[in-house]
């Protein structure tokens, strides 16, 4: 392979740098996927991927589609009271009709900055890496936490949550809550239900620091072929990644 010398700013390195070992890669490995992306050299999946990534919709777009499907849900008798405030919806009529911009941020103050695709993907990341830890875990058989030799080794290689008191982890816990809801990564459901989903401490410093060893990790399993789970050595390294944990 032939190499490329650039110069860019330390700030824009260290946010390579960061982004690359959220990843799973060197910096040299993101920074490539970045530069086929942009000049084609990737396949159909992979645009695709990045179309979803710059797609986006202003706060007015978003108000507007939800209210759009709450129309909906009220032509066939399904708009649950609490979304109903006929007074409220008057009020709104008025001042959208004269044009009080005062009263827009009142009028779309539901609508939050949303998260990110990134921070979306991030969330699904997450999700998955437990969800293959616990897969892998089943497949060792009976003592399967007991083999990776991680003191407390399912309490950290379950998921936690995320801390509500954190504006952006509390987002993303909305979406986790959404995701299950919406039927995905149902093995969440029992702990959203009894635990609540809330970490009570600061979590995705854990949780990337862990992606970081799980990342390569699976795809050397995911290279295996065809029963694709972690080893227990494999496994044990994630875990160790978070803070904390130590070897019995």
Known sequence: MKSITIRIPDELKALIAKEAEGNGQSQSDYLRQILEAQIGQINKEEFQRQSQQ????????????????????????DLPDELYDAESIQDTMKALEYGYAGEY?????????????????????ILDMFRVIK?????????????????????????RGFDYQ????SK????????????????????????GGNS???MLPTYRAMLAEFKPAWRK????????????KEISRVLLAAPGTQLK
């Open 54 to 77: 710059n797609f986006s919709l202003s706060v007015v777009e978003r108000k507007t589609l939800s209210l759009g499907c709450q129309l909906l849900l009220a032509a066939h008798g």
């Open 105 to 125: 941020p009142r009028i779309f103050s539901g609508a939050n900055d949303g998260l990110t695709y990134e921070e979306c993907k991030l969330v699904w990341d």
């Open 135 to 159: 897969y892998s875990i089943q497949d060792l058989g009976r003592h399967g936490w007991e083999q990776t030799g991680v003191v407390d080794a399912e309490y950290y290689g379950s998921f």
């Open 166 to 169: 954190i504006d952006l982890e």
């Open 172 to 195: 993303l816990a909305g979406y986790v809550d959404y995701l299950v809801e919406t039927c995905r990564w149902e093995e969440q459901k029992e702990f959203l239900q009894t635990q």
């Open 200 to 202: 009570h401490s600061e």
């Open 221 to 232: 399993a995911a290279s295996r072929g065809a029963r694709s789970n972690l080893n227990a």
